[in-house]
């Protein structure tokens, strides 16, 4: 049996944690650089069509008339409490693959003996205990099946956010009741050619589309979708997190940035950012691409938008040799007289670091250049972010950085920001 | 940056441990008795994944002995009982109860964790 844990409204029920006089009430989470609505809770959800995904400036005012809490996006938080979460689940199994920030799948193969239903109630009760953080729980034969029993947790009140489909009988009901558009991995150019077929249900598509159609149309990914909704487990637990394949980042400037030197120490930065990651997984980039554009939400700015990838002459990870394509490839996109909003480097081709080849015309990759990265991060994990950087960095981040104007504060993290309770105020 | 301060710039001291320096003459009599340094989080914090750091402001829980700026240690894995203080919930806002008698489903409160130490700074 797999068991899917997952977070209900996640980025919300992290900052309620902290905010019991939020309980019960509306809160939001705004993307990175407030731009748009990314999380919203249940409270959110019911009491007014909230557009997700919709700019901001243009809903304010609904969210204030609403009294809808709202909170810059604190992915130190999120990203802290998650860890939390999936440490709790590892006392249930050893076996837990985290899938994303909110949802893990768990092994409970050596569970047979145990009510599973029961089991399902202590996982989420023991979550909420220990963190905070309310969960569903969907156990079932396979991955596909968890998936399914997970948000029937949620949306069948009777189940209360557990549901186990450990037979044949309780599968089949629950597929019948499935439409295809609640089953994982079914894109919606399948589902048109689905329903084009007259089939409309998981139960229809696991039951009565042949396994040739599913092979001949969609490939070896629907055939295991397919064998995996009929209760035959393909899809094994991944255990180790994927390296990733391109690493990037672009956060909007804090106000609109003309001059060249200022944009430059941004992507100084972001470039130590990203080859930090690099590093931590122990791979190194081919290209790097750098990109920088004005405001398109503005009618009064002229608009101007370029982006630039380098083919670099040695794999590496090194932040400095990446500092110096990037500055060379930005002065090749930069024009002056523009008011930008954003510089974004993203680098890609990234191959393990012990593949690297060196080209014939030069050293092999210096030892020294290593040993003084591994220091930097060292340094850096010790004395937090950026203690040690490039001088291209500068001191002027404060210039350029956008503020977060309704972040919650790191409570899990830094000291100086815990949670902290007027005990005066009665 | 004053010069001097460079020196207080040390390796982690994570990894120390005695006799891990090599010694060049006599083998050390403590080989045999070696132990671990004292590490304060594994002693005051018994489940990580459980417990929270928050501050007090304000001499308000004075009878609880929690004065201004000190700082709980909460950890809500442990179990509510009789006796034991903890933050908890009325009303959306957080206060300082001791647990009573009462059988914890008929308790008055949500109970967000159970304080395990107070760290009183003296500096």
Known sequence: MIALVDCNSFYASCEQVFRPDLWGKPVVVLSNNDGCV?????????????????????????????????????YTLYGEMSQRVMNTLKL????????????????????????LNAHGHQIKNTVLQHTGLPVGVGIAPTKVLAKLANSMSKKITGYNHVCVLDTTDKCIKALKKAELKNVWGIGKQHRKRLNNQGIFSAYEFAYEVSLEWVRKNMTVVGERIWRELRGESCLSLAMLPKAKKAIGTAKSFGKKLTDLGMI????????????????????????????????????????????????LSTATNNTYMLTREAKKALQTIYKPGYRYKKVGVNLSGLIPQ??????????????????????????????????????????????WELVKNDRSPRYTTQWKELLTIDSECL | MEFEELYKIKMPDEVHQAGTSKQTGFPSPATHYLESTIDLNSIL???????????????????????????????????????????????????????????????????WGVITYIIHAVL
């Open chain 1, 38 to 74: 990314i999380a919203a809770n249940k409270e959110a959800k019911a009491l007014t069509d909230i557009p997700m995904f919709e700019p901001v400036f243009k809903i304010k005012k609904l969210l204030i008339e609403n009294q809808v809490n709202f909170f810059s996006s604190n």
């Open chain 1, 92 to 115: 249930f199994s050893p076996q837990v693959e985290i899938y994303s920030i909110d949802e893990s799948f768990i092994d409970l193969a050596n569970m047979r003996f145990v009510n």
């Open chain 1, 264 to 311: 430059e120490e941004a992507c100084a930065y972001y470039i130590s950012e990203v080859s930090e990651v690099l590093r931590n997984q122990n791979s190194c980039a081919q290209y790097i691409q750098v990109f920088l554009q004005t405001n398109y939400h503005s009618d009064r700015d002229a608009q101007y938008s370029k982006s630039v990838t380098v083919t």
């Open chain 1, 354 to 399: 012990e593949y690297v080849q060196t080209n014939i015309f030069e050293q092999e990759i210096s030892k020294d250049r290593s040993q003084l990265m591994r220091t930097v991060d060292k340094l850096n994990q010790k004395y937090g972010k950026s203690t040690v950087c490039s001088a291209l960095v500068g001191n002027r981040i404060s210039q």
């Open chain 2, 45 to 111: 914090t018994t489940n990580r994944d459980a417990t929270f750091f928050i501050r007090i402001s304000g001499n308000g829980w004075k009878a609880h002995n929690i004065l201004d700026q000190d700082v709980l240690i909460i950890n809500r894995a442990a179990p509510v009982k009789h006796g034991k203080l903890a933050l908890v919930v009325t009303d959306g806002s957080f206060k300082i109860e001791r647990i009573p008698t009462t059988s914890v489903d008929d308790l008055e409160f949500t109970v």
